[in-house]
């Protein structure tokens, strides 16, 4: 199989390798000097090219599967507007036009697409109700990839991953100084949300579907603390409610919403397809940096 991935950063590279280990082709795409080096470290085929630049990604040859993996970069909304859903219009387009099309496309969105449901469980079938401009850009642009691909003979796949961590990403301080707000955490680490696309490509799997890609255990954020504090020999951070976290006023609108935004995600549907995760929780996907700080 040969498998361009748009966007190849801290998710892609780890899917190219996964890719490549099992002998697939694999086209890293980047538009920096910096990030096109760190595909070739990694062993894959980098090409120069933009998302956004229609005649940009005709330097990327044909393949099999496109995964569009693309970030903007923490900017505002109208980056997101511009690189999510204008982007990804771009890319189903460069390739839809080809004389040799895709088999399939993969969009990488969020599961921030849900807005806040008071702590209840949500899954695929769950209505998304986003409640910034940037989820709203995400929910845009997961209809466009649900959508656009057939006009074109192909079929597209939403991976809708919760909150990513794992190497460089752990962020150990920022739970164990605090202080911490209430609510809960749904993550996967890096290597599974690579790991699940990977298993998506290569069994054919849900296609013109949505997935939630997150790990089996949504965690109090209070109790996922004291847990990470106990493990690495600290006392239990300091701790604040939703209440007096919102009572500050350095917040903007969108971290206010963020605050109040609280809700499970299940991985039902990943599990019922077969895919087997290399850390089910964050206490398997914790243990190395948990080692590591302990050194």
């Known amino acids: 199989m040969q498998v361009a991935i748009l966007g190849c950063g801290y998710v892609g590279l780890e899917l190219g390798r996964q ?16 990030g096109l080096e760190r595909v070739s470290e990694a062993g894959l085929e980098a090409v120069e090219a933009d998302v956004t630049d229609r005649e940009s990604l005709s330097a990327v040859p044909d393949v099999d599967a496109v995964v569009f993996a693309a970030s903007s970069g923490g900017r505002g909304a109208d980056a997101a507007r511009e690189v999510y859903v204008e982007g990804l219009r771009t890319a189903v387009d460069a390739f839809g036009e080809r004389d040799e099309v895709p088999d399939r496309l993969v969009y990488t969105s969020s599961t921030g697409v849900y807005g806040d449901h008071d702590g209840d469980w949500v899954d ?17 642009a997961e209809r466009v990839a649900l959508e656009r691909p057939a006009e074109y003979g192909f079929e597209g796949t939403v991976a809708r991953y919760a909150g990513l961590y794992g190497p460089d990403r752990y962020r150990l301080e920022r739970y164990l100084e605090g202080p911490v707000t209430e609510g809960y955490l749904n993550m996967v680490h890096r290597d599974d949300a690579a790991g699940a696309v990977r298993y998506l490509l290569e069994e054919g799997l849900a296609r013109d579907e949505v997935v939630q890609v997150v790990d089996d255990e949504p965690v109090e954020k209070w109790a996922f603390a004291d847990w990470l504090a106990e493990q690495c020999g600290r006392d239990s951070p300091p701790k604040r409610t939703k209440a007096q976290r919102l009572e500050a006023d350095d ?33 398997e996907g914790y243990h190395a940096a948990i080692e590591g700080y302990s050194r």
């Open 19 to 34: 890719l490549h280990s099992r002998g697939h082709d694999v086209i890293g795409v980047r538009r920096s000097d910096e």
């Open 124 to 140: 695929e079938e769950t209505p998304i109700e986003p409640t910034t401009e940037k989820t709203e850009a995400l929910a845009a």
């Open 251 to 283: 917040l903007s609108a969108a971290a206010r919403r963020r605050i109040l935004t609280s809700k499970r995600c299940s991985n039902e549907t990943l599990r019922e397809l077969g895919y087997e995760f290399a850390y089910p929780t964050f206490r």
